[in-house]
């Protein structure tokens, strides 16, 4: 159905940002509850952030909160994540979703389609 590319990891040094970007295609993203989640080495994957269809409501971690933004472009079919004030401990490989179900659900297993993920790595 809808395949998903993210772009944007990097290395970058604890305080300072990053903005990683999902591209869409196959499918409008207009129809999609769309999420970002991280995996880290050794660990299982955790919720990060997730946006309704239209844009107007969010939801984030607790880890992550008033540090990171998701934010979406349907024209662009394009959707964000602004992170700022960068941690050692967000070191992950960060991976876009998309959620066929209106509900804002942050449960990995509730997202059907996954991009391959992109590595972000912050040095302390």
């Known amino acids: 159905q809808v395949q998903l590319v993210e772009s944007g990891g990097g290395l970058v040094q604890a305080g300072g940002s990053r903005r990683l970007s999902c591209a869409a295609s196959?499918?409008?993203?207009?129809?999609?509850?769309m999420g970002w989640f991280r995996q880290a080495p050794g660990k299982e994957r955790e919720f990060v952030a997730v946006i309704s269809r239209s844009g107007g409501s969010t939801k984030y971690a607790d880890s992550v909160k008033g540090r990171f933004t998701i934010s979406r472009e349907n024209a662009k079919n394009t959707v964000y994540l602004q992170m700022n004030s960068l941690k050692p401990e967000d070191t992950a490989v960060y991976y876009c979703?998309?959620?066929?179900?209106?509900?804002?659900?942050?449960?990995?297993?509730?997202?059907?389609?996954w991009g391959q993920g992109t590595q972000v790595t912050v040095s302390p």
């Open positions: 979703a998309a959620n066929t179900h209106f509900l804002m659900y942050t449960d990995p297993a509730r997202f059907g389609s």
């Open positions: 196959g499918r409008t993203i207009s129809g999609y509850t």
